[in-house]
């Protein structure tokens, strides 16, 4: 089974930025894709971006122009740049990743808080 640990969570003052990463266990080739969703207190979880193998890429309107995936194939990992961060991305993050066999995994998550 692949394990997912995310990291890179934090404090940030509106307007400002912070870097997620997603390691997975074994390579990322074994995933149809991976992405990042995130649950603010009170609210469903919901996708913030899906990435898959072939590099399509699939952001939630919310943060569209604000917020870049990105993968490094030779680290395994998967990183989300959050730049121009507002009160309402403040919210646990989890990284995601979907298996050719259909299952679909998740880390243990990482907060990320917008304040000022």
């Known amino acids: 089974q692949v394990q997912l640990v995310e990291s890179g969570g934090g404090l940030v003052q509106p307007g400002g930025s912070l870097r997620l990463s997603c390691a997975a266990s074994a390579s990322i080739f074994t995933l149809i894709s991976m992405g990042w969703y995130r649950q603010a207190p009170g609210k469903e979880r919901e996708l913030v971006v899906n990435l898959t193998n072939d590099y399509r890429t699939n952001y939630a309107d919310s943060v569209k122009g604000r917020f870049t995936v990105s993968r490094d194939n030779a680290k395994n990992t998967v990183n989300l740049q959050m730049d121009s961060l507002k009160p309402e991305d403040t919210a646990v993050y989890y990284c995601?990743?979907?298996?050719?066999?259909?299952?679909?995994?998740w880390g243990q998550g990482t907060l990320v808080t917008v304040s000022s």
């Open positions: 995601n990743a979907r298996t050719y066999r259909g299952a679909s995994l």
